[in-house]
């Protein structure tokens, strides 16, 4: 058994994926092989990985375009790795990525586990933009913190028999991994690695770039995570996490002129928590986003002054 599985999903990334693929090959630990599964790619995403004659590499090709989470479960199932990781096809990991997890792996001597590590997020030049660091609190659980930070999939490595049992859901476009994440936080230890090991890069047709509404997506994974009963969070966590998601979409939908939408997560806003005190910016959103509502805007910020 080969220590490490890593597994690339991928759809017509022909410019990105070389980079992806080669980042594995440069890795200082040679412990791995590669599943890259091309989901029906329509460009020539196909030759660039058909270049490859690294007997460590196989390639899994869908006939239709399954999607990102579909595609990685059937990575989940080629794999022969003890650990499974993952890196989508327009990111990249550093060299010492492996290594550093293995090291870490041989120390607490092969834990049945999710482990990860920190992320730099980087422009299309390779310019980086910010890291995460992530850093755990005491003070909320391991299902609450996995929540609230979300944990970059590309710096994961997972002990096959977790996947075993949990996969990524196949109806969520968006948060599939945060679901995920949860449900192993909720049964399995999460180990933290504070090195910066890999690179997720920022361009224009990154998912989050290409939904445009990205809010009502997180609002579903969100329903979904708080309906499992495997995954227990207080109630308090729950309405918190409702009135921001809430509140974006009074935000999102005023700012494109639909104020009835607008009005009704208002209302939404206000019944998960009536005592926030981020109803009244919720309210002046609505207000402001109506016809005339630039005028009473600037009457408003008048009588500020």
């Known amino acids: 058994m080969v220590l490490f599985s890593i597994v690339i999903p991928t759809y017509n990334r022909a410019a990105f994926v070389k980079k992806a693929v080669d980042s594995v090959i440069a890795q200082t630990c040679s412990d791995w092989e590669l599943i890259v599964v091309d989901d029906a790619s329509t460009d020539h995403t196909m030759d660039v990985l058909n270049s490859y004659a690294d007997p460590r590499i196989r390639i899994v090709r869908n006939t239709l375009n399954l999607e990102r989470s579909a595609s990685r479960n059937k990575g989940i199932e080629a794999a022969r790795g003890e650990y499974i990781c993952f890196l989508d096809s327009d990111d990249y990991y550093f060299p010492q990525h492996l290594e550093i997890l293995r090291h870490e792996v041989e120390l607490l001597n092969h834990p049945v586990a ?3 590590t ?20 005491s003070i ?3 299902t609450e913190w996995v929540l609230s930070n979300h944990i970059q999939p590309n710096a994961v490595a997972i002990h096959h028999s977790i996947l075993n049992r949990f996969r990524f859901d196949t109806t969520l476009s968006i948060n599939e991994d945060v679901y995920l994440f949860a449900q192993i936080a909720a049964a399995f230890p999460i180990l933290h690695i504070p090195e910066l090991t890999v690179a997720w890069v920022h361009h224009l047709s990154n998912t989050t770039k290409l939904i445009h509404d990205y809010i009502s997506p997180q609002l579903l994974a969100t329903r ?27 935000y999102f939908y005023a700012s494109n ?3 009835i939408l607008s009005g009704r997560y208002f ?5 998960v928590a009536p005592f926030n005190k981020g109803n009244w910016n919720n309210f002046l959103n609505v207000i ?9 805007k ?8």
């Open 288 to 296: 402001y986003h109506l016809p005339g509502g630039k005028w009473l």
């Open 298 to 305: 600037k009457t408003m910020q008048l009588f500020n002054r």
């Open 257 to 259: 002129k639909k104020s």
């Open 267 to 271: 209302i939404k806003a206000i019944s």
């Open 224 to 250: 979904k995570i708080f309906n499992d009963s495997s995954i227990l969070v207080p109630q308090s966590f729950k309405k918190n996490k409702y009135f921001e998601l809430y509140s974006q979409l009074v």
């Open 140 to 142: 909320r659980s391991k």
């Open 118 to 137: 920190n992320v730099s997020v980087r422009d299309i030049s390779d310019h980086e933009l910010r890291q995460i660091n992530y850093s755990y609190s």
């Open 114 to 116: 999710l482990i990860h």
